[in-house]
Every structure is written in structure tokens, then in C-alpha cells.
């Protein structure tokens, strides 16, 4: 199967700083790719869709300005979270579909663990 | 848009028994249903899927169904281990729509030893 890298793997920041997620498709190119957030015992609750070379679709009650994304090429999709906060604390995954034979599989990246002191 | 339906939230089988999960979608569209086991910490895991083509599909101790009339399908687990215990998600996904997935809310196994 495809493979979707992402990094870092883990981050421990103070609250007010800037933290940047990367999301790569390793051997296939990604137009699209997902970012999700994960509470703890909670669904896959996607964040926004990055676009390449365009602005990324954020889902509604995301914020845009807090939640930056760029796709600055095919293979490498970012998230940013900018003055994170305490409850910005979560599991964040990106996913990158693939879209074959008419199928669109989704491959996900081992997500970022991200905690804010 | 899509929306997926997963029950139940919760699921407590005894090791060895079989486990069911099901889920419901909306959308007519939707042409492929896969299922992923996520551990504590870690990203999901596809164990199978199924396209709107088939009915079934089946691998070693673990089958799906899909029912397109009544938009539903569903994850068999059979001979349940502990190591079965997870969270398991369904999802669905069309060939529109910028290859967005649409996914359950998630049931928790436990299968106990």
C-alpha cells in the first residue's frame, strides 16, 4: 500500500507558541490531503482538506487563522498551529487519498501527538 | 454531504465469541466502505474494505457485508482474540467529492480473556 509519513511524531510546547505538523505521501502524488483531530475515545473529527496550490477547505468551527495549512507541492502537505493553548492538546492525523480504479482508498500518517503546557 | 451511522459505541464479547459492527450511509454515491482498527496512540489501521460492486468479502476471521438497497454494511469478526480488542471505524467514500472519507463514530471491542 501507499505510505504517508508524518512528523514530528511527538511535541511538547509551551502555550502561546507555534507548533508546524508535516504530512508527506512518500510514493504517490496527493492533490488532496485530510487533517483530523482525535480527543482521546473520540472519532477521527476532520479539521480541513489542504489543497495544492490552492487555500484549504476548512470544516465548520475550525479556525482558519489558528489552524494554518499549506500544500506547497504534490508530496507535502502542513498544519500549523499557531499560540497554541492548553486545548489544543490532541492526536492529529493527516491522511492522503488515493484514488484508483474509480476507488478512493485513504492512507493516514502515524499521527502527532501534540501537548501544550 | 455523506453521513455515517456506526453502532454499537461500545461492543464486550467473550474470547472466542463473534463480534458485529454495524453502520448505515446516506449517500448513494458512496462506492467503497472500509474498516480500520485503531490501537491507543496509534493511526488506523485498514483490516478490509469492500466496494459497491461486491457483497461480501472475507478475510481469515474477519468478513464484511455491504447492502447497497438499504445503504448499510457491516464488520464480522469471528473467533475473537484479546488482541482483537480496539477501536474500530467504518467509513465511506465516493470517486467525487475530492476523495473525502466519511467516517463513523467508532466502537470500542473489548473481547475478554
Known amino acids: 500500500g501507499a505510505v504517508v509519513s508524518q512528523h514530528p511524531s511527538r511535541v511538547i510546547c509551551k502555550s502561546g507558541t507555534s507548533v508546524k505538523i508535516e504530512c508527506r505521501s512518500l510514493d504517490f502524488q496527493a492533490t488532496t490531503m485530510f487533517w483530523y483531530r482525535q480527543f482521546p475515545k473520540q472519532s477521527l473529527m476532520l479539521m480541513a482538506t489542504?489543497?495544492?496550490?490552492?487555500?484549504?477547505?476548512?470544516e465548520q468551527g475550525v479556525e482558519k487563522d489558528k489552524f494554518l495549512i499549506n500544500h506547497a507541492s504534490l508530496t507535502l502537505s502542513t498544519l500549523t498551529v499557531t499560540s497554541a493553548h492548553p486545548e489544543d492538546s490532541s492526536f492529529y492525523i493527516c491522511?492522503?487519498?488515493?484514488?484508483?480504479?474509480?476507488?478512493?482508498?485513504?492512507?493516514f500518517g502515524p499521527g502527532t501527538r501534540l501537548t501544550v503546557l | 454531504g455523506e453521513n455515517v451511522e456506526q453502532h454499537p459505541s461500545t461492543l464486550s464479547v467473550q474470547e472466542g465469541d463473534s463480534a458485529v459492527i454495524k453502520c448505515t450511509y446516506s449517500?448513494?454515491?458512496?462506492?467503497?466502505f472500509p474498516w480500520y482498527k485503531q490501537e491507543l496512540g496509534k493511526r488506523p489501521q485498514l483490516i478490509i474494505d469492500i466496494r459497491s460492486n461486491v457483497g461480501e468479502k472475507k478475510d481469515q476471521r474477519i468478513a464484511v457485508t455491504l447492502n447497497k438497497t438499504a445503504k448499510h454494511f457491516s464488520l464480522h469478526i469471528t473467533e475473537t482474540q484479546p488482541e482483537d480488542s480496539a477501536v474500530y471505524f467504518c467509513a465511506a467514500s465516493g470517486n467525487t467529492n475530492a476523495g473525502k472519507s466519511t467516517f463513523g463514530d467508532g466502537t470500542t471491542l473489548t473481547v475478554k480473556p
Open positions: 449517500d448513494s454515491a458512496s462506492n467503497y
Open positions: 491522511s492522503a487519498p488515493r484514488i484508483a480504479g474509480g476507488y478512493n482508498e485513504q492512507f
Open positions: 489542504s489543497n495544492e496550490g490552492s487555500k484549504a477547505t476548512y
